[in-house]
């Protein structure tokens, strides 16, 4: 894998973590994994190509990592990047807002320029309303390891081989 890929992501319970680990191992050498909590928006810098994860929280909400650094991303110019996206969520418990936080933070990243890859089908999932729907698609990829953690490796597999293309790996 020629290009870096900076992987970032915010996790309270560890299953955004969990998922991003076994994105990077799907991707294999080249990507750098970054916790949110403890990255600065300088860091978005020394990437061409990213991976944004965050889980849903509350009634649509970013996770409180994200939260802190959402005003911030205002200042970082993601022209030229290319930028994929997944999430975390509950689309049972939450079916009115699965999925937002990811489609908050992709709204927000293309404002600034960011070029969004890795869209993925609904097919398989109940939800009723999602702001990350982009054309009758998801604008990254959801997970739901609450109800369907059986299908998150398939998912994540699939995925990976998608984004790898649209990154020119």
Known sequence: MSKQIGL???TTTGKTESAAEMIRDALGDGVTMHDIA????????????LIIGCPTWNIGEL???WE??????????FSGKTVAYFGTGDQ?????NFQDAMGILEEKISERGGKTVGYTATDGYEF????ALRDGKF???????DNQSDLSEERITAWAAQIKSAFGL
């Open 8 to 10: 970032f992501y915010g």
């Open 38 to 49: 403890e990255a600065e928006t300088g860091d978005f810098d020394e990437y061409e190509c």
């Open 63 to 65: 996770q409180s990592d």
């Open 68 to 77: 802190g650094l959402f005003e911030d991303l205002d200042e970082v110019d």
């Open 92 to 96: 049972v418990g939450y079916d009115e």
């Open 128 to 131: 009723s309303e999602s702001k």
């Open 139 to 145: 604008c990254g990829l959801a997970l739901d390891d």
